[in-house]
């Protein structure tokens, strides 16, 4: 008899009176609470433990989102978690979007036809390696300064209006309101954050609870050291804790009871695997070493978040970046060496996880769901259409000039790039150094649309020596690769910040162009392109807008077509986009990641159109070259620089 059967078998007799179904004979409402004299949670009055996995709405393709819960309820959960990301669900100020990909509330329901739990996690900070750890970014557009995370106004009055949107859709999917939600978090890892606020994590309680009522459970989260929950909780809330495989659990478990002398022990973010960094090393963690770490967990009757258990894509610019001893864009992929696979495949890993939370579930598991389809769908020749530089003042809105450069968040944009036009005027001694401490976060130098050089916050160069004439054309084309999403340096605005120099000349008069690549810029680029299908190859023409066009072969579901991989061997670094869909950014020569998962659902029966924006240099000097390859490999692990 397998361990979980004599499991069953001793359990079944308690738990079946006391279940849900049963428990309603007794008491009218459903119930989520916390037991502090037996350390458990109480569902129903009865106690109850959970194994949750985390799964995030915005990083997996809608049409997925059922197949993906499915998968966590195989890998063993009962309890599905999610943060909610403000900047995609009020992108600009007033401005919401709660339909499609944005639908938070189908998205909880779904979860709740399927049988799960929800633990949610309304942040307003959510780091998850996302944009500005799910802040808008027009918190700064007023004034760069915005004491973010804390009480000040500036911060609490939008903050407070999001709320009054956010929280009343939640209430009807509340627990005792006959829905999936049974906690809430208090903010994110807030210890982790300088500020050490009181009366700003006080403040979020009393949002939550004035919207939510006062029987919600609020718990707050941070890293397993006194130091940080010392600043991360509050009494308005349950203190837990979160680590990784290999941490000693006891100990772990010992800084939450510093906080919480009594109550169920939880780890909010047990983590499986760990984040990527574009140039770094891709992350691993051993199956041996979660596996066993869970099971330490499961002895003590912990309550578990495994973060992430299926981490999905950050499609388009919604990667975050990081500032350790250098600044880190995050690459395109969450994949996080997870249990279940970026395109939903279930790893060696997911079943030695499923196996060890049958021991521990007292719910039902369902068997896996067969692995996800994947097809080489194979080669797409590529097209040379058009330079950027050349087609950017029919693609952007008019130019904005200025004496010093303006950043992204004063010209009101998001993501993407802008570029940046200065005329020179005096004779410059040859070469002269060109000076731009303020970029953020990558800038390619043109000089009389001749590109010249790269200049990279992430490897610190922010200088270049250039030749120029007077009346030359300088131009830099600079990227937000994501602003910062953990740490204390979250403002951070993009575009070039401060004053340029040219020797030790300050340069005045600048001209801006954005190129948000948003979707009514695509709309804009695909209309243009359409028109111009040169095929005038030409690998010098970077940065340039290249397109090719695929049919999927006879046989392939056109109503459901399978998921592929787009590989980009010879080209260096730019943006991927199918059919006007937005796939992210591609870096394979700096690794770790070197394929871009597409789903399935974004392609057509015929006339996939499939456009690239290479920033440095396309393999496109001979036409038997200039292709990329849609393979059924990811490939996540590549050669890195550092
Ligand atoms: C703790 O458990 C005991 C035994 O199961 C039960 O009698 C008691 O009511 C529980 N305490 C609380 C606060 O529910
Ligand atoms: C599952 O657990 C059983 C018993 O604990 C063990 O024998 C088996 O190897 C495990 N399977 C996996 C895939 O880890
Ligand atoms: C570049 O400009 C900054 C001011 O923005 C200045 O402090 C720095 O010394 C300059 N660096 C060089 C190499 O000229
Ligand atoms: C630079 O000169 C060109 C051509 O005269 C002009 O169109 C453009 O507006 C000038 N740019 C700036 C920033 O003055
Ligand atoms: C795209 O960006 C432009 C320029 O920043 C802006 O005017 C436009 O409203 C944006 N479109 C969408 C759909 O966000």
Known sequence: MSPRLLLMLA??????????????????APSFGIDYENNTFTL???????????????????????????????????????????NSHEPEPGEYQFTGQQDLVAFLQEAQRQGLLVILRTGPFIDAEREFGGLPYWLLSADPQTPLRTSDPRFLEPLDRWFDVLLPKLKPLLYENGGPIIMLQVENEYGS????????????ADR???????SAVLFTTDGDSQSLLHC????????????????????????????????????????????????????????????????????????????VAHGGTSFGFSAGSNLGNNFQ????????????????????????????????????????????????????????????????????DDPVTSDD??????????????????????????????????????GYVFVDG?????????????????????????????ENQGRICFGNFLNDIKGIVSPVFLGSGRLSGWEQLSVPLNSTQLGRVERLLAGRATNRLTAAAAPAFFTGEFDLPAGVDADSPTDTFLRLDGWRRGVAFVNGFNLGRYWPAQGPQVTLYVPGTLLKAASNRLTLLELEEAPCLATDTCRVTLTDTPELDGPTPH
């Open 11 to 28: 359990i079944l007799p308690v738990t079946l009176p006391a279940g849900r179904g049963a428990a309603q004979h007794f008491s009218a």
């Open 208 to 214: 939550l609870r004035q919207h939510l009522g006062e």
């Open 232 to 307: 991360g909780t509050t009494p308005a809330a349950y203190a837990t804790v979160d680590f990784g495989s290999g941490t000693d659990v006891a100990a772990a478990f010992g800084v939450q009871r510093l906080f919480e002398s009594s109550g169920p022990l939880v780890n909010s973010e047990y983590y499986p695997g760990w984040l990527d960094h574009w140039g770094y090393p891709h992350s691993t963690r051993s199956t041996e070493d979660v596996v066993r770490t869970m099971n330490e967990m499961f002895d003590m009757q912990a309550n578990v978040n495994v973060y």
């Open 329 to 396: 864009a995050c690459p395109t992929s969450y994949d996080y060496d997870a249990p279940i696979a970026e395109n939903g495949y279930l790893t060696d890993k997911f079943y030695a996880m499923r196996n060890a939370t049958l021991s521990v579930a007292t719910w039902s598991v369902p068997e896996p769901p067969p692995q996800p389809a994947v097809l080489a769908y194979g080669a797409v020749q590529m097209t040379a259409s058009e330079g950027l530089l050349a087609a950017v003042r029919g693609l952007a």
């Open 44 to 86: 129903d009055g009865v106690p109850f433990r959970y194994v949750s996995g985390t799964v995030h709405y915005f990083r997996v393709p809608r049409a997925y989102w059922s197949d993906r819960l499915l998968r966590l309820r195989a890998l063993g959960a009962n309890v599905l978690e999610t943060y909610v990301e403000w």
């Open 193 to 204: 954050f300088h500020a050490c606020d009181y009366v700003y994590l006080q403040h979020l």
């Open 405 to 442: 450069p303006l950043t992204f968040e004063q010209l009101r944009q998001a993501y993407g790039f802008v570029l940046y036009s200065h005329n020179v005027t005096g004779v410059q001694p040859d070469p002269v150094l060109l000076n731009v401490t303020g970029l953020r976060d990558r």
């Open 450 to 478: 001749a590109q010249v050089g790269i200049l990279s916050r992430g490897e610190n160069i922010y200088q270049l020596p250039v030749s120029v004439q007077e009346g030359s054309r300088l131009q830099i084309l600079a």
